[in-house]
């Protein structure tokens, strides 16, 4: 299929630049009948016996300001630890951070080991005592870079089920959670449940080949327990859905889905390219924000909901909604 076929012109104005508060006043397009609601009311869209999962992954203080050995400024965001002290990292300027240069990244001083194209790198960092520790006071929570506003408060960019730091973006369908939309959810007996996810550069990546199939998906490690998998399969059992919470949860759900719609614990990596075609095992509802043209998130969507998809998306720009990562949200079936 052709990448041309999964974009759409979104204009500079529709993209958030501010977050809402609070985070359930968000607004939420049920796109099965393109109905406008506010994310608190979720729980009035599902129905009891339903189970809702999310991934609570933390967004870790990955961006490193700092200069180079010779003079000059640095910046490395940390992806994700490649063990040993090594990590991979996306480096600016990159055409002069050649393996052996050395750099001092507030804490921390580490050296480029490898080169691996595209700005991307292999380094290997040494600090004063645990690396982790050291990132956790030298660098900043990475924004997306379609953002141009300020937090006042890092934690914004967390979302209320965020534990340990592993990401280098937030699942950010989640963003919209507060006790609140929890309490009602509860209260009409729908299940929560969690996986995690490391979220990756590669969320903001546009598709840069010609055809769909021709794009390599990034991998991502994810982690399922036997609560979720016990939870999954309680659902089942009931006659409820699953309803995950982001592209992130699809990805997680589906790669360890069985034939019998139940999920298997594990962690490993993923890198499950769902396109149209793809036949779901595990996931009949998805909230999503909106996202970025000609992305492998919006071929996700556009899988998972058909060609509606489209439609979903001109009904929310021409009603005002905001999109990207502190935008609105929409709910969605499985076709």
Known sequence: MKTSEFRYEL??????????????AARLLDTRDLSDHRFLDLADLLEPG???VVNRTRVRAARMRGHRSGGGQAEALLLKPLG???WEALLRPARKLGPGTRLTLGEIEAEVVEQLGEGLAVVELRGPEDIEDAIARSGEVPLPPYFKGKLADPERY???FARNPDSAAAPTAGLHFTPQVVSRLEARDIRLSAVDLEVGLDTFRPITSARIEDHRIHRERY???DVCAGEVAAARSRQGRVVAIGTTVVRVLETTGMGDGSVEVGEGETNLYITPGYEFKVVDLMVTNFHLPGTTLIVLVAAFMGAGWRRAYEAALARGYRFLSFGDAMLTARA
């Not at 204009?11 to 359930?24: K, L």
């Open 11 to 24: 204009p500079e104005a529709s993209i958030a630049q501010e977050p809402v508060e609070p985070r359930h």
């Open 50 to 52: 339903d189970l809702v």
């Open 84 to 86: 040993a002290d090594r």
């Open 158 to 160: 967390q979302t209320m």
């Open 223 to 225: 982690r399922l327990d």
